[in-house]
């Protein structure tokens, strides 16, 4: 029963560390929020105007997730603290 555990605790840890883990990024201009909704939310073709933003610049940051399992390749932070606090590494 003892080995079993040990087992089971080997692989636990080894496999919830196999995958890579969201980055994300708050420097500019990625703590721009009219940066943000014309380069990362909308696509090409698409024009946005009468940007509207109330806030700290530093509630907003950009993350990139293609190397986790979250199923998203990337998009945008917001929070209602600092974006600082939100780093999954």
Do not use: E, K
Request: proline share 3%; net charge neutral; aromatic share 12%.
């Amino acid at each position: 029963m003892r080995n079993f555990i040990h087992s089971f605790l080997f692989i636990f840890i080894f496999c919830s560390s196999a995958f890579s883990q969201i980055t994300t990024n708050y420097n500019p201009p990625n703590n721009n929020p009219i940066h943000l909704v014309d380069n990362i939310l909308l696509g090409g073709g698409i024009v946005a105007s009468n940007h509207t933003y109330q806030g700290d610049s530093i509630q907003l940051g950009f993350f990139n997730g293609i190397n986790s399992n979250l199923g998203l390749d990337s998009g945008v932070v917001m929070s209602t603290s600092s974006s600082r606090l939100n780093t999954w590494r």
